[in-house]
């Protein structure tokens, strides 16, 4: 057996027992296939990207490491035939407009055949706040077709559920990767500062005994000790939620505070979100989303508390990809997009 294909089958069975752990809720859409899917991807999954038109710049880290572990990865091949999808190597930072945009990638439409095969649609790209709407050709296949890779949240209207895909958070802290059972005297919810900003709903949490609401930034240990003490950590959706993959790590389960369904949760081809996070609206204030946290604590939260746990693993940014971590599992769902449809040559009307 050659030392590569040993180290395939080595991952296989190292990586497959821990995701076939039994769980009494499964945090996974389908923890069986999961595994062997992965390795489909590990093994045959070609990207091909364009040379850049320019030096690229990002306005995150999360993108910056996306970036640079694909670039470094075993999915870059240089031979387009052989690739599922193209990748577009430019960043809608704050210097780009859509013009320069749209001129990219009339460029790559000109200089290449690819882009014309399917209209882009067998195309990614990344950007951190999403593609808005243009009248360019350019533009609106990019936007209509191409993958779009983006950060979670994501500027709303900017994300198509069915097609883009979202970056999971870069964490600051990461919990151990099995935190202990919660005992009855851990503390019911916890607020970080930024975390909830809806004045109303904030005084009411700084009312409620059960709750801990900071109203400034803690420091680090503090930080750690009260995402693992506390049963629930609530959000309220918006750019502050970056940290919900931290509070998973530590077992405190996501709130989730919204008046509207989210479509672009992280990894969402992968993980059944309500087995662990709570998902609660604003019309009732505290009292409601005490109700909810209570029936969760009474019906199943230890079960959705190991969940959240367990799924934290593909929340993980390294500087070198591990197995199963946040890189990978990016990859997998554009694996998943790999099958296009294959528009016919038209000319544009």
Same mark, same amino acid.
């Given at each position: 057996m050659s030392f590569p294909l040993f180290l395939c089958f080595f991952f296989f069975f190292l990586y497959l027992i821990p995701l076939s752990t039994p769980l009494t809720s499964s945090p996974y859409l389908s923890r069986t296939i999961l595994p062997q899917n992965y390795q489909k991807m590990l093994k045959n999954f070609k990207i091909y990207t364009y040379p850049p038109p320019q030096t690229l710049s990002f306005d995150s880290k999360v *993108?910056? $490491?996306?970036?640079?572990? $694909?670039?470094?990865?075993?999915?870059?091949?240089?031979?387009? *035939? *052989?690739?599922?999808?193209?990748?577009?190597?430019?960043?809608?930072?704050?210097?780009?407009?859509?013009?320069?945009?749209?001129?990219?990638?009339?460029?790559?439409?000109? *200089?290449?055949?690819?882009?014309?095969?399917?209209?882009?649609a067998d195309h990614f790209f990344l950007s951190c706040s999403g593609v808005g709407h243009g009248a360019d050709r350019n533009v609106v296949e990019l936007k209509k077709n191409s993958i779009q890779i983006s950060c979670f949240p994501t500027?709303?209207? $900017?994300?198509?559920?069915?097609?883009?895909?979202?970056?999971?958070?870069?964490?600051?802290?990461?919990?151990?990767?099995?935190?202990?059972?919660?005992?009855?005297s851990s503390r019911l919810g916890y607020v970080r500062y930024n975390w909830v900003k809806e004045s109303s709903l904030v005084e009411q949490l700084l009312a409620d005994t059960e709750i801990l609401v900071e109203s400034e930034p803690s420091d680090q240990m503090t930080y750690e000790e009260r995402l693992a003490g506390s049963k629930f950590c609530l959000f309220e959706y918006g750019p502050e939620i970056s940290g919900i993959g931290e509070a998973m790590s530590f077992g405190c389960v996501p709130v989730v505070i919204t008046d509207r369904p989210i479509q672009d949760l992280p990894l969402m081809d992968l993980l059944t979100w309500q087995q662990m996070a709570v998902f609660v609206g604003t019309t009732g204030g505290a009292k409601e989303i005490k109700r909810v946290l209570g029936r969760v604590v009474v019906e199943g939260y230890e079960d959705m508390r190991e969940s959240a746990i367990f799924a934290s693993r593909h929340f993980v940014w390294n500087e070198t990809p591990q197995p199963y971590d946040a890189f990978h599992m990016v990859m997998y769902q554009l694996w998943l997009r790999r099958h296009t449809i294959r528009y016919a040559e038209r000319e544009w009307a």
């Open positions: *993108e910056s $490491l996306f970036y640079s572990s $694909l670039i470094h990865s075993p999915f870059i091949t240089q031979n387009p *035939e *052989e690739a599922h999808l193209l990748f577009i190597p430019f960043s809608f930072h704050s210097g780009l407009s859509l013009r320069s945009a749209a001129r990219v990638v009339g460029d790559y439409r000109t *200089e290449f055949i690819y882009w014309n095969r399917t209209l882009g500027t709303p209207g $900017l994300f198509i559920p069915h097609k883009d895909v979202s970056l999971p958070p870069l964490a600051n802290v990461h919990g151990p990767s099995h935190a202990p059972r919660s005992t009855g």
